[in-house]
């Protein structure tokens, strides 16, 4: 049975070095998750058509405190401000409702934190409407949750990540061609 922490919990957590969040403010605590905010970078795809086999072209642009506007049709990469994860918990990651109502979404597939985790988050990012965005705004909320059984570190390819990072799914096809 999987069990969600409360805010309470993830404080206590934190304190106790079981859950990292770098930089954390314990204003941010809700009844059962920290808000994170939106960091400068925003990166999005250069081709019309992307190849899973190749590296992907790609675009970053940082942001100034004056946001940028995200249009409808593309694909943007985002960061997370903070560093989040832990060793002890598996974690997912939500847009908060008021960012969910303008339109944007943050993480609609790949929500899932494995336990031992540990980097500023990648969002993936769409907006049914031209949505202006800010450096540093609120725009999710990440839930930690107990695990039952063995855990098993995360040590994925993102492993290590600063910062956002486009897909890496291309290093599995090289992988195929090394192994033949």
């Not at 309470?8 to 204003?27: G, S």
């Not at 405190?65 to 974690?91: I, K, Q």
């Not at 907006?127 to 540093?136: C, E, F, N, Q, S």
Request: proline fraction near 5%; glycine fraction near 8%.
């Amino acid at each position: 049975m999987a069990v969600i922490l409360t805010g309470k919990d993830i404080h206590r957590e934190v304190l106790a070095n079981r859950i990292h969040i770098d930089d954390y403010d314990p204003e941010r605590l809700e009844p059962n998750s920290y808000g994170f905010r939106l960091s400068r970078e925003i990166i999005s795809y250069d081709d019309d058509v992307i190849d899973s086999r190749t590296p992907i072209a790609s675009t970053t642009t940082m942001m100034d405190d004056d946001g940028m506007v995200l249009l409808p049709g593309r694909f943007y990469l985002g960061g997370t401000m903070e560093t989040m994860g832990s060793a002890h918990y598996a974690a997912t990651l939500y847009a908060c409702r008021s960012v969910s109502t303008l339109g944007v979404w943050i993480q609609f597939s790949a929500p899932l934190g494995h336990s031992g985790a540990l980097f500023p988050w990648t969002l993936e990012i769409a907006v049914a409407a031209p949505v202006r965005v800010y450096p540093g705004m609120i725009i999710g909320k990440l839930a930690f949750w107990a695990m039952q059984g063995d855990t098993i570190g995360y040590a994925g390819r993102y492993t290590g990540s600063r910062s956002a990072v486009p897909s890496r799914l291309s290093l599995d096809a090289e992988r195929a061609v090394t192994a033949r």
